[in-house]
DNA sequence: GTTGATGCAAAATGTTTGCACATCC
DNA sequence: GGATGTGCAAACATTTTGCATCAAC
């Protein structure tokens, strides 16, 4: 959980470079909340308390300013996307390469989420922007639904 | 702006129908919420905070708590639609059936935001559903971009 | 040593709730 | 008249910020 990072490479350069960039400074804090994120690896959406709560029970303390502060940072370098997935707050997750834009399928009555991808949804969105000169940085399609579970109920 | 509503039909039913049901009531502070958003017309985003400012421009006080009650309920009824679009709270907009699910291109630098529509878009959110067994309720494609103004910047 | 980052506590937002009073049906 | 809705203020949850201290470079 703590061991050495793989440092793989995520918006196409190495984990910590964008962190040394412009004065910017790779604290212990950072470099912990990236950690989680990489063990955690892609396909999971957690909050800020959530990064909180694994820090300490990973004897790590960071304090939630902090937490706030670096994944804000994260999700300016592109490390981290930014999800609003309906109620309770924002989710983070990682980004990375082999795992772009993809979309949600969340169930409106317990919550399951499944991601998938698709590049129809993709080149949609990408022709509906061009139509109107606006130029794409990324897009994701939120499908409300019913999973088989909650239809039986 | 406080003339005669039209009361076209939203949903597939009159406006205050529902409003009628289960024993709820049709207040006054109701219809002039409801009143705000069919002036608007459909394709406006607007907040809770957005519907109490253009309320009390309109001579009408209607308390903050209220209109959170209200706008939670119209959107349980189906008249509205609650957007999370990143930045700053949600929005709400008229539901119509002329106007189904629909995508945003918001422009992450000022935030402008135009709507599309696209058969690819819910197809592909349909499929996907089906293949894991989740049943669509509806789907929303936000795209993240610039808008041709803040190209050139 | 300088500048940027952290932690803390306080403040700012956005949203919900308890309760007494008002009002719709 | 009884249930439902409103307004107010307080409570909450989440996120941001000022400031003194600390630490990366």
Redesign the pocket.
């Known amino acids: 959980m703590s061991a050495s990072l793989p440092y793989s490479s995520y918006g196409g350069r190495p984990l910590e470079v964008g962190l040394?960039q412009d004065?910017?400074?790779?604290?212990?804090?950072?470099k912990k909340v990236l950690e989680l994120f990489e063990n955690l690896g892609t396909g999971k959406h957690i909050?800020?308390?959530d990064v909180h709560h694994q820090l300490l029970e990973a004897k790590s303390?960071?304090?939630?300013?902090?937490i706030?502060?670096?994944l804000?940072l994260l999700v300016e370098l592109g490390f981290l996307h930014e999800l609003e997935l309906s109620e309770?707050?924002?989710r983070f997750e990682l980004a990375s390469k082999e795992h772009p834009d993809h979309h949600h399928l969340v169930c409106v009555s317990c919550g399951r989420t499944e991601e998938f991808e698709s590049e129809d949804v993709l080149q949609a969105g990408q022709e509906a922007a061009e139509s109107i000169g606006f130029k794409l940085i990324e897009s994701t399609l939120n499908v409300r639904a019913l999973c088989p579970k909650c239809q039986k109920i």
Chains 1, 2 share one sequence.
């Open positions: 040394h004065g910017r400074r790779l604290t212990p804090q950072r909050s800020a308390e303390r960071v304090s939630l300013a902090t706030y502060r670096t804000k309770g707050g924002h």
